[in-house]
């Protein structure tokens, strides 16, 4: 069974910075790409950022600049590094995997469950 471990979400003021991490562990023969989405409540969930397996990251427009996506693929672990953060950043994020198990050809998306971040005075 796969899993996908999110960490360092809170409360942080405009302007600051926060550091999200996001293991995945279980039986994984190959991790692909890696994403971040956060979502409100009555929206749809967005994009944010996403890596391919050899570290190149994409970004949505109104995180670019802003945001840094990195990944250790010693480490199953990919990483949000968010910079002068803003109230309108608050949301749930979500990390996504799409991956291989061992045994199997197919590639499958499996997701986190999700971390907090808030950005209030």
């Known amino acids: 069974q796969v899993q996908l471990l999110e960490s360092g979400g809170g409360l942080v003021q405009p302007g600051g910075s926060l550091r999200l991490s996001c293991a995945a562990s279980?039986?994984?023969?190959?991790?692909?790409?890696m994403s971040w989405y956060r979502q409100v409540p009555v929206k749809e969930r967005e994009l944010v950022a996403a890596?391919?397996?050899?570290?190149?990251?994409n970004y949505a427009g109104s995180v670019q600049g802003r945001f840094t996506s990195s990944r250790d693929n010693a480490k199953n672990t990919v990483y949000l590094q968010m910079n002068a953060l803003k109230p309108e950043d608050t949301a749930v994020y979500y990390c996504?995997?799409?991956?291989?198990?061992?045994?199997?050809?197919?590639?499958?998306?499996?997701w986190g469950q999700g971390t907090q971040v808030t950005v209030s005075s």
């Open positions: 996504s995997a799409d991956l291989s198990e061992r045994d199997s050809t197919a590639i499958k998306r499996y």
């Open positions: 279980g039986s994984i023969f190959s991790i692909y790409t």
């Open positions: 890596i391919t397996k050899g570290g190149n990251p």
